[in-house]
């Protein structure tokens, strides 16, 4: 199937950026007052979700969920949700990161569960690209980035190895108490640097050369 973007309300200052990820075969949904990147974007909804607490609900528009303001789910979590549901393998997540921090936290954990589920999945901003490496996958990362950091969000990450970077690691343990994976360099544009865990979750942060 077509990869499912799902567009929040958090600050995007580069859409040049953002809009170099965009395939003309994705299925967009906005998300309540992501509704306000729709111009700059020049990409039209495919579905519209939100309790519309933040931005108004839009009338000349049909496809619209809308939901209740007291609810477990933010819009942006029904939103990926809503996406798994449809049948979606692939998912793009856009204004999504930045400004509150519990929504930062949570829309990144939903990453976690995108994973769990066998889904690909990747948020962008303005500084980074986020994703999850699973168990016993090969992760190449590629030179040009500032920084690439791993940050264990589930139980103890068992088995990790990183070549070609200045850190390495061999069959090395990160746990959520002590997250010294940060902050590593990719030395070669003649090497990607790579990474692989045998048990676990990792979140792998590649951070924009500016």
Not at 73 to 81: E, L, M, N, Y
Request: net charge negative; proline share 3%.
């Amino acid at each position: 199937m077509n990869r499912c973007v799902i567009v929040g309300g958090a600050e995007i200052k580069n859409y040049e950026l953002m809009k170099n990820y965009f395939s003309p075969n994705d299925f967009f949904i906005y998300c309540d007052c992501g509704l306000k990147h729709e111009k700059n974007f020049g990409v039209s909804p495919d579905l519209v979700i939100g309790d519309f607490d933040s931005y108004t609900q839009p009338k000349n528009f049909n496809n619209v969920i809308v939901l209740p303001c007291v609810k477990d789910d933010t819009d942006t979590i029904f939103a990926v949700k809503e996406g798994i549901k449809r049948g979606f393998e692939e998912f793009l997540l856009v204004g999504v990161t930045g400004g509150r921090q519990d929504h930062n936290l949570g829309n990144i954990y939903a990453l976690l569960m995108l994973a769990m589920k066998n889904k690909k999945a990747l948020i962008i901003d303005d500084y980074s690209e986020i994703k999850i490496i699973k168990p016993n996958e090969t992760e190449k990362i590629k030179f040009g980035w500032k920084f690439f950091s791993l940050i264990n969000i589930s139980g103890t990450a068992k088995g990790i190895t990183i070549k070609n970077a200045k850190y390495n690691l061999e069959d090395a343990e990160i746990t959520p108490e002590f997250q010294y994976g940060i902050s590593n360099e990719v030395l070669s544009s003649e090497k990607d640097a790579e990474v692989f865990l045998k048990e676990g979750y990792l979140l792998l942060v590649c951070v924009r050369n500016y």
